[in-house]
């Protein structure tokens, strides 16, 4: 069965271990794994994961063209590797970014409005989603216990504006806000990965998630280097789903949506 990581986190040599130490700090967890394509590479092999989602965060506007340069390079380097950009609200030519991003081959947009401090139902927002509209998937982190930037609400704000948006909510519909998100996220548009969540999880909510958003909608995802492969693979396999619901999960609904 084919598996593809829909959510992992890269970062240049240089900065890598910075970066994770930051997300570490961040979240309160021990990170073991590295945050480079290498170390990403050996735990892919490892694992048996055939293909990974790859992306990092602009949290300050003159980093846009930066990260999708590093993200382009690394998948023309990889051909196992699915870049997602990024964007900034305050970046200048974000019209024209847009528009790197699709011809360089990018596949989607990553944005983590709790790193980036930027409520992603701000009118400052918008102009990414006008230029967006139903190309490409916004990959958004959704849900934190003690931050409202990437609040469910104001997911549902934007889904009610921009009814034609592609939207992967990230963590199951929402870290830590599992019950908010399932109240109000539901639609057509709406896809959600599995990565950070199962941690807080018990089985029955998962597959309550699951039976929510529906099979079709849901994309097996490690949120690299924040979880290892294994762990999140032995804990969806083991929740008894049927082989045609974890094939969809682990690569078939990530593929249509995508369109790889």
């Not at 394509?37 to 949290?59: F, I, M, P, W």
């Not at 701000?122 to 967006?132: F, G, L, N, R, V």
């Not at 280097?225 to 396999?237: D, H, Q």
Request: aromatic share 10%; charged share 25%; net charge negative.
């Amino acid at each position: 069965m084919e598996i593809i990581d829909s959510h992992c986190h890269i970062y240049p040599g240089k900065i890598a271990e910075k970066a994770v130490a930051a997300i570490g700090d961040f979240y309160g967890i021990d990170m073991e794994l590295k945050g480079t394509v290498d170390d990403l590479q050996e735990n892919l092999k490892k694992s048996g994961v055939s293909k990974a989602v790859v992306h990092s965060t602009a949290t300050k506007p003159e980093q846009v063209p930066s990260i999708n340069n590093f993200i382009v390079d690394v998948i023309s380097n990889n051909q196992n590797l699915i870049g997602f950009g990024t964007m900034h609200p305050d970046y200048e030519l974000i019209e024209e970014e847009y528009i790197k991003i699709i011809s360089s081959g990018l596949k989607g947009i990553k944005l983590h409005p709790d790193f980036q401090k930027i409520n992603i139902d701000d009118k400052s927002m918008y102009p990414i989603y006008e230029i967006i509209c139903d190309s490409i998937p916004i990959l958004f982190h959704i849900g934190d216990e003690t931050k409202d930037y990437s609040n469910p609400l104001r997911l549902k704000k934007i889904l009610d504006d921009f009814p034609k948006l592609k939207v992967i909510a990230a963590h199951l519909g929402g870290y830590r806000k599992w019950e908010e998100s399932m109240e109000i996220l539901q639609c057509d548009n709406v896809w959600v990965d599995t990565c950070s969540s199962f941690s807080f999880l018990s089985d029955d909510m998962i597959l309550k998630l699951i039976n929510h958003y529906g099979t079709d909608k849901v994309l097996f995802a490690t949120d690299y280097p924040m979880w290892n492969f294994k762990g999140e693979y032995e804990r969806i396999t083991s929740l008894g789903l049927e082989n045609s619901v974890l094939e969809r999960i682990f690569s078939k609904n990530i593929k249509e949506l995508i369109k790889i």
